[in-house]
């Protein structure tokens, strides 16, 4: 698992991440067949609910009955928080999990100019260029 997780509402609960995504996926009691995710990028929600006040940034990212969820597009490097809600036989909403998980940034194509005006190159920006099959720090 990759990412902070609190709460007890599933039995099983894995988060991941790549390039600008995350992946939640989880396995809870049989009674629980419907679910509701918000995230955040400042915190963790306190209620259900909590996408649908002004105030709010939670959003709704999810709700169904599949045990996974994936969303893509994210900003890497950033933190977002996860909010799980489980729907009981009775209708309420009950207990959440909880995952704080950053996606890794996509690795983005800069252009380096050469000395020579008339040689120039893409490189990878990963920390490392390298220049005629050399690695350069």
Known sequence: MTGETTGHLLEEFHASRGEE???LKWRAHESLTHWRILRS????????DDAAKPDS????????SAPEFEESGLIGGVDYYYTVFGLN?????VGQAEVRIKP???HEWVRHEAVDADE?????????LRIGGILAP
């Open 21 to 23: 995504w995350v992946v």
């Open 57 to 64: 940034d939670q959003t709704l990212v999810y709700e169904g």
């Open 89 to 93: 036989p009775d209708g309420e909403w």
């Open 41 to 48: 990028e400042s915190g963790f929600a306190e209620s259900v």
């Open 104 to 106: 890794k940034a996509k």
């Open 120 to 128: 120039s190159q893409y490189v990878q920006a990963m920390g490392r």
